[in-house]
Every structure is written in C-alpha cells, then in structure tokens.
C-alpha cells in the first residue's frame, strides 16, 4: 500500500514544494473523508462519486487520472481506518480555518448529492467539524448554504 502511495504521487505529482510527503499526506485524508460521507448511507450514488472527482481534481490540481488513482487509494486507507482522528489530525496540522471550513462544505455537498440527508450522514458532517475544530455556526452555515437554505 505504502509503495502505491509512493509510486502515485511520484509519477503524478510533482509540486516544487519541499513539504511534498505532508502534502500527499493531506490530500489523501481530505479524499478519504470524502470517500468516508459516501458510505455513511451504504448506497454509493454516482452523483456523490462525482462530487468527489470533481471536489478532488479541484481542490489539489490534479488530472482525471491523478484524482481517480488518489480517490481509489483514499478508498483502501478507508476501508482501513478505524477513526476519522487520523485524517483530521492530519488535516489540523496544515489547514486554515477556511479550508477546514470548505472541507465541511463539501462534506455536505456529498451527503446532500442524492437530494436527502440521513441522520448518520448529518452525525458524521458534526463528528468531522468538532475534530477540526470548526465553529457549529460554521457548520450550520455550511449546510445552509449547501441545502439552500
């Protein structure tokens, strides 16, 4: 696993930045918890994978191919971890306030990608938020914001 990670960022990711591996590090958390909301409604919707690739190629610069791989390899740390601490420590080590804000946001995005919010979707939205330290006017604002009001 740990050489797959290596060989994707190696071969696909060369940003001039001499922090490369915390970088590959934070992304691959950000997708996880992506792929994480995705699953909280066991139902894996198209409409929410693509919210993923899209929020994935975006938020990090990557092509088709790149957020794919990174999304298939965010899917194995997943299907791996026990908590979500381990993405969010991550995560509280780099991000600012906005981009935790941003991550929440899409979070809601994903669970809202089919037209309908369950409780456990809601539930991991609130968990993720108070792991990264983000206001409950935050999050409120957020879902607001997604829901359309």
């Given at each position: ?74 899917s ?45 979707e ?14 409950h ?13």
């Open positions: 696993m740990l050489n797959q990670l290596k060989l994707f960022f190696e071969q696909h990711i060369a940003l001039p930045n001499p922090e490369l591996s915390s970088q590959q590090n934070i992304q691959l958390a950000c997708a996880a918890l992506f792929i994480e909301m995705m699953s909280m409604d066991d139902k894996k919707q198209r409409e929410e994978h693509e919210i993923i690739l899209g929020r994935v190629k975006t938020m990090f610069s990557l092509s088709l191919d790149q957020a794919t791989t990174l999304i298939s390899l965010a194995e740390q997943s299907q791996q971890s026990t908590d979500y601490f381990q993405f969010t420590s991550l995560i509280n080590q780099t991000y600012s306030q906005q981009q935790k804000i941003t991550l929440i946001k899409t979070l809601w995005q994903i669970a809202y990608a089919d037209g309908y919010l369950e409780e456990n809601e539930y991991m939205v609130r968990k993720i938020a108070d792991l990264l330290h983000v206001p006017i935050q999050f409120i604002k957020t879902k607001i914001q997604v829901n359309g009001g």
